[in-house]
């Protein structure tokens, strides 16, 4: 199966009432991880990558190869996407080159007519290739050298805006924020959400900062029209805990417990997982 872009699986998501996980991919392991689990629960599956870890991949093109390369090889039939997640404006015009089906442009940090011309140039440009684009208005808070950002609520006539522009998704900031949520996190901003859902006319939405958020937090979302949900940290989580767990139980000293190949299969184990455990969540397993 070739890449697919993520409108369709979206508009089948937001009409079925599910949403698909986009979970964030470092190496190889967790791209295998992810893809093993979209196969085993049957789910379409977003394969985000920021474009710091496409650095540390060695670039985009690396990364379509890989991606295409273990499509082929596992042989992948449910629908994958491989989407640039918090693109630059350069970042999503190369992301298109090196053959993405999906982009994200993040313009939420300038103010919201440049975000207008900007998202309305990448859709043009990704519209050519038929990629799929998501823009974002209120930007998601985070952690950042130990300070808290709480994450900016969007404007539902913002939204509206931006969702008028030919994107096929939108993520809005309602509190949401990425990292682990500090003890003092209020929780998801729904009445917010309410409003985004109202002025933007049955678009998909996404949340982003899907780790830790409870259960409960996330069916609402998924109610009033989520239907894209991103993971990153929660992998790498699992994924450190299962590593050290074998380090400490002295696995790599025994036999040949060293080689990468085994060294690193409890953690990629881990991230198949939760992976799975997620789109169960979501509601996104066998709708593939
Ligand atoms: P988390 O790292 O909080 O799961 O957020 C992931 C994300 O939103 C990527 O864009």
Known sequence: ?????????????????????QFNINNLEWTKSVLVAAKESNSPVILGVSEGAAKYMGGFKTIVGMVEGLLEYYEVTVPVALHLDHGSYD???NAIDAGFSS????????????????TTEIVEYAKLKDISVEAEVGSIGGEEDGVVGTGEVAD???????????????????????????????????EALGKIQDSTDGMPLVLHGGTGIPEDMIKEAISLGVSK??????????FAEATRKYVEAGKDLEGKGFD?????APGSQAVVDIVKVKMDLFGSTNKA
């Open 1 to 21: 199966m070739k890449l697919v872009n993520m409108k369709e699986m979206l508009i089948k998501a937001r009409k079925e009432g599910y949403a698909v996980g």
């Open 260 to 264: 990468p190949r085994k060294l690193l």
């Open 103 to 118: 982009v994200m442009f993040d313009g939420s940090h300038y103010d919201i007519e440049e975000n207008k011309q900007k």
């Open 229 to 238: 949900i991103n993971v990153n940290t929660e992998c790498q989580l699992v």
């Open 156 to 190: 539902a006539e913002e939204c509206r805006m931006i969702a008028g522009l030919g994107i096929d998704t939108l993520a809005a900031g309602i509190g949401n924020i990425h990292g682990k949520y500090p003890e003092n996190w209020t929780g998801l901003n729904f």
């Open 91 to 93: 970042g999503a015009k």
